[in-house]
C-alpha cells in the first residue's frame, strides 16, 4: 500500500529558531501534497495545499511567511516553521495524493509533534 | 460552507458489543472518507465512499453512505481493544481540483476489557 513518511517524528526547539519538517511519498508519485495542523482534541486543520512545482496555496488564516512549503519534487515537500513560537507547539500532519481531484486516495503521514520552549 | 457533523463525541462500550458512529453533512457530499487516529498519532485511512448508498467493509469495520449522500455511519462489529481510538470522518463538498478535505471533530471510542 502506499507510505507515506514524515521525519523528524517529534522535535523541539527554542523560540525563535526555524524548523523544517519533511513529508515524502515512499512508494508512489505525490501530485498534491497536503499540511494539516491538529490542536489537541480538536479536528484537522488544512493549512496548505501544494501541488509539485507550483506555489502552495495556502488555507485563509494561515501565515505564508511563517510557514514555508515546498514541494520540489514529486515524492518531498517541506514544510519550515520560520522563528517558531510557543504557540506554533502542535502535532503537524502531511498527506499525498496521487491525484488532484477528490476521486483520488489522500494517504497520511504519522505526523510530526512540534514543541517550541 | 460545509460542515460535518459526528455523534456521538465520544463512546465507551464493553468489549464485543457493537456500535455505531454517524457523520452529517450539511451539504451533499461527493466523497466520504473516514480514518482512525490513534491518540497522538497520525491518521490511518479507513474507507472511501462515493456513491449514494454505498458501503464498505473493512475487517469488523462497515460504513455506509446513505442515498441522499449526505450522511454516513461507521459501524464496528463485536469491538476490540484494538478498536479503541478517534475515528474522524472527513469530505469534500464538490469534485474540483481546488477544493479541499474537511473533517469532523471526530468520536473518541474507548473499549472497556
Known amino acids: 500500500g502506499a507510505v507515506v513518511s514524515q521525519h523528524p517524528s517529534w522535535v523541539i526547539c527554542k523560540s525563535g529558531t526555524s524548523v523544517k519538517i519533511e513529508c515524502r511519498s515512499l512508494?508512489?508519485?505525490?501530485?498534491?501534497m497536503f499540511w494539516y495542523r491538529q490542536f489537541p482534541k480538536q479536528s484537522l486543520m488544512l493549512m496548505a495545499t501544494?501541488?509539485?512545482?507550483?506555489?502552495?496555496?495556502?488555507e485563509q488564516g494561515v501565515e505564508k511567511d511563517k510557514f514555508l512549503i515546498n514541494h520540489a519534487s514529486l515524492t518531498l515537500s517541506t514544510l519550515t516553521v520560520t522563528s517558531a513560537h510557543p504557540e506554533d507547539s502542535s502535532f503537524y500532519i502531511c498527506s499525498a495524493s496521487p491525484g488532484t481531484s477528490a476521486s483520488y486516495e489522500q494517504y497520511f503521514g504519522p505526523g510530526t509533534r512540534l514543541t517550541v520552549t | 460552507s460545509q460542515e460535518l457533523e459526528q455523534s456521538p463525541q465520544s463512546l465507551i462500550v464493553q468489549e464485543g458489543k457493537n456500535l455505531t458512529i454517524n457523520c452529517t453533512s450539511s451539504k451533499t457530499l461527493y466523497g466520504l472518507y473516514w480514518y482512525k487516529q490513534k491518540y497522538g498519532e497520525g491518521l490511518i485511512f479507513l474507507m472511501m465512499?462515493?456513491?449514494?448508498?454505498e458501503e464498505k467493509s473493512h475487517e469488523k469495520i462497515t460504513a455506509k453512505l446513505d442515498e441522499k449522500k449526505q450522511q454516513s455511519s461507521l459501524h464496528i462489529t463485536a469491538s476490540q481493544p484494538s478498536h479503541a481510538g478517534i475515528y474522524l470522518c472527513?469530505?469534500?463538498?464538490?469534485?474540483?481540483?481546488?477544493?479541499?478535505?474537511?473533517f469532523g471533530k471526530g468520536t473518541r471510542l474507548h473499549i472497556l476489557p
Open positions: 501544494s501541488n509539485e512545482g507550483s506555489k502552495a496555496t495556502y
Open positions: 472527513g469530505a469534500y463538498a464538490m469534485m474540483n481540483r481546488d477544493d479541499k478535505i474537511i
Open positions: 512508494d508512489f508519485q505525490a501530485t498534491t
Open positions: 465512499l462515493q456513491k449514494g448508498g
